[in-house]
């Protein structure tokens, strides 16, 4: 048995993995395309990078409107305008490259935010940050699907319900501007959407589980076993990459 052309066991494992990462990403800021971009290469490359950034949509406007009163709405619009230039790039990257360089950009791109958020350096979210996180993470976003860490190495030193919120309300508008460059690059197929189809029950239930988890969520257990996963699931695709 199949769904969407991929064994059931496949499937299965993916919409576990998405949902996993909803449900940390709703409830610490960050973390579902950390830990599922690279699962989601290693089953299928054409995931990547539509499926997550659709995936993102509902996830992030979710978050942002429940906590809408928290957003550092001067510092999203900083981020959003130093998108532009990042989601301009990162298309014709991904037009460009093939599968083989898809998968060492998302286990490259994961590999380093795995480093950079265990370093754990702070930054002032200055105008000149702020713009640079954006167009660094509009990149990362839209050619891998992973484009949480510079935003939240920017907004490390705030309130976990500032940081949550901003990070959030970045990613629902930036998702949209990433999907609108894909799509007029050619690069949204008919494979990629029944692929997004199966991950988007996934992201629906784990926003629901994170409503009831977040207060119980311990930032500093969940952290580093995240990451952990993030860099075995990334090294695995590096790996198979290269080979």
């Not at 996180?133 to 976990?160: E, I, K, R, W």
């Not at 930032?219 to 695709?237: F, G, K, Q, Y």
């Amino acid at each position: 048995m199949t769904v969407a052309g991929l064994p059931l066991l496949v499937a299965t494992a993916c919409a576990l993995i998405v949902y996993v990462g909803t449900t940390v990403q709703a409830s610490l800021g960050i973390g579902l395309g950390m830990l599922s971009s690279p699962v989601l290469a290693l089953a299928d490359t054409d995931f990547i990078p539509v499926a997550i950034i659709i995936s993102v949509i509902p996830l992030s406007s979710s978050v942002a409107w429940s906590e809408r009163k928290h957003v550092d709405r001067s510092g999203a619009a900083l981020l959003l305008i130093g998108r532009i230039p990042g989601v301009v790039i990162a298309v014709l990257v991904v037009a460009r490259f093939g599968d083989t360089a898809l998968g060492l950009m998302v286990s490259g791109s994961v590999i380093a935010a795995v480093v950079v958020s265990a370093v754990g350096r702070k930054f002032v979210a200055g105008r000149a940050t702020l713009l640079v996180a954006g167009g660094a993470s509009g990149f990362m976003a839209t050619a891998t699907g992973v484009g949480g860490p510079p935003v939240a190495l920017t907004y490390q030193h705030d309130t976990p319900e500032t940081m949550r919120s901003t990070i959030s309300t970045f990613f629902a508008v930036g998702a949209l501007m990433s999907l609108v460059g894909l799509v007029l690059a050619g690069e949204v197929s008919q494979r990629s959407l029944e692929l997004t189809a199966v991950l988007i029950p996934s992201v629906l239930l784990g926003i629901m589980t994170a409503k009831r988890v977040k207060q119980r969520l311990n930032a500093d257990l969940v952290r580093p076993v995240i990451l952990a996963l993030c860099l075995l699931s990334a090294t695995a695709l590096l790996v198979r990459s290269l080979a």
